[in-house]
């Protein structure tokens, strides 16, 4: 699942930086830049070229979403895994309009995060399903 997935964490929280660090470590995904704000994370993100990034949305109020449209534009092979406080259907809809691979709570746990990972790593979607189906009602005209 984790080979050769390289990943660059920012949070402005140092304690959830390294517990998700940890996490990510356990199941062999190698973190090679931790950031405390979104600015220093595309700074990080331009000179490693991490596979994935895995941003705070809600962080700098709501500055996660700008940098997950930049790293979009300007890194080809680097996903954005925005990771939201408490997840909503704005906030998944937000993450794609901007370009992200995926969007998910921070309650998700580790397993959860470690699949969204992967799988944004792999260039698929990682988005809860409920609220990627809730989120697709308001795109999708209902049939009746």
Known sequence: ????????????????RASVRR????VGMHVVAEAG???E???LALEFRPTVCVIDLHADDRSGLGAAAVLA???DETNVVLLA???TIADVLDAVRVGAAGCLSKLAG???LAAAI???AAGEAAFPRRELRQALGFLVPQVA
């Open 73 to 75: 534009r300007v890194l």
């Open 85 to 87: 406080d408490d997840l």
């Open 1 to 16: 699942m984790s080979d050769g997935v390289t990943v660059l964490l920012a949070d402005a929280d140092s304690e959830a």
């Open 37 to 39: 704000d979104t600015e």
């Open 118 to 120: 992967a799988a944004a």
């Open 23 to 26: 996490s990510l470590e356990s």
């Open 110 to 112: 580790a397993e959860a």
């Open 41 to 43: 994370a595309v700074e």
